[in-house]
Each structure stands twice: as C-alpha cells, then as structure tokens.
C-alpha cells in the first residue's frame, strides 16, 4: 500500500554527532602528513596537539588508528554551536565501500583520488542526505582525471579556486621569487 500513501511516516533520527566530517587521502601516511597534520598539529610530539586548525580547547578526544604511529582514526570535538562534532579519516586504499552508509556533513578530499570516480561519487552520495558539502584540495599531477573534469566544466554549485606559487604565502617571498627564477 505505500503506492496509496498508506505507510508509517519515517522515524525522526537523531545523530549522535551534530557533525560529522571526513578528511581522506590517498594513503594513511599521506593523510596523517598532511590533512590530519593540518588539523591536529604534529602529534608526533604531545604538546603539539592542537596547534593546527582545531585548537586544543575544542579537542575532546582522539582515537588513534591500528597499524600506523600517529595515524588518528577520529578526532571528536566540542561545537561552539553546541553538541559535539566527529571527523574521520578515509584512505582511497580503502574499498570504496568503506564510504559508504554514512551521513557526511563535510568530506575534505586532500588530492586526486584519481581515474576511479567511484570514491569521489559516495562523497557526493554521503553529502545529499545533510546538504552537506565537499572540498577539494589537489595539484593536478594525474593530467585530467573525472574529478578534475567536474572542477573545470563548473556548475552551479561546483567551482575552482586556482592558485600559484604566487598564492603560496607560507613560502617567504624571497624563497618564491628563487623558485620562479630557477
């Protein structure tokens, strides 16, 4: 009888989470030197946990991943809106069925996940049922792969910000100006 309307309306679902994110990279080593280095500090040494985007303040908890020194799993953090956040770790090692089943608030792709579109595609998947979004972080060092592709022919909510060595201001401008000169 659902095609008569005669179902049960759907359960209202609460999240044990107000949000949650994903970081994800090629492999665990890159996501840890990278993403989750720009997100947590270095925490290859204690004390600089919290010195990357995620103050320590806002850092209730880490579990570290098996198999990999420093490789974090989750990071749980307190909302200054209120509840708590989770983000997660995600490699494209991984079976893309690992992205699946999830409603993803936030997924921060950190490069190419390559000419397999399969993972980019369950980002988008897990960002439908949250409005959730995705970001991008790449050089394009693969040449024109489907994520690039989607980046270059635009829509109404896809877009590109392109950068140079020019934008690249953690980089003294004497360093830059020897780097464009060689």
């Known amino acids: ?7 049960p309306s759907p359960p209202k679902i609460e999240r044990s989470a107000k949000f949650i994110g994903w970081y ?6 890159v996501v840890r030197d990278g993403a989750q280095s720009k997100l947590l500090g270095d925490i ?13 303040d806002f ?15 989750t990071i749980t953090v307190r909302r200054e809106t209120g509840g708590i ?25 950190d490069e190419d996940p390559g000419y397999d579109d399969r993972i980019y595609n369950e ?10 979004r995705i970001i991008c972080s790449l050089t394009p060092m693969l040449g024109l792969t489907p994520i690039r592709r989607r980046f270059i022919d635009g829509g109404p909510t896809t877009f590109q910000v392109r950068g140079g060595i020019e934008q690249a201001l953690h980089i003294p401008a004497d360093r830059r100006a020897a780097i464009i000169a060689s």
Request: glycine share 12%; aromatic share 6%.
């Open 1 to 7: 009888s659902w095609h008569l309307g005669r179902h």
């Open 44 to 56: 290859s040494q204690k004390e600089n946990l919290g010195t990357g985007a995620i103050a320590l």
């Open 123 to 132: 980002l988008l998947g897990r960002a439908i049922s949250t409005d959730g």
């Open 85 to 109: 956040g989770v983000l997660q770790s995600r490699t494209y090692e991984q079976s893309v069925l690992s992205y699946q089943g999830v409603p993803v608030d936030l997924s921060w792709a």
């Open 59 to 73: 850092i209730q908890g880490i579990t570290m991943s098996r198999g990999i020194s420093n490789f974090v799993d």
């Open 24 to 29: 994800c990279s090629i492999s665990s080593q």
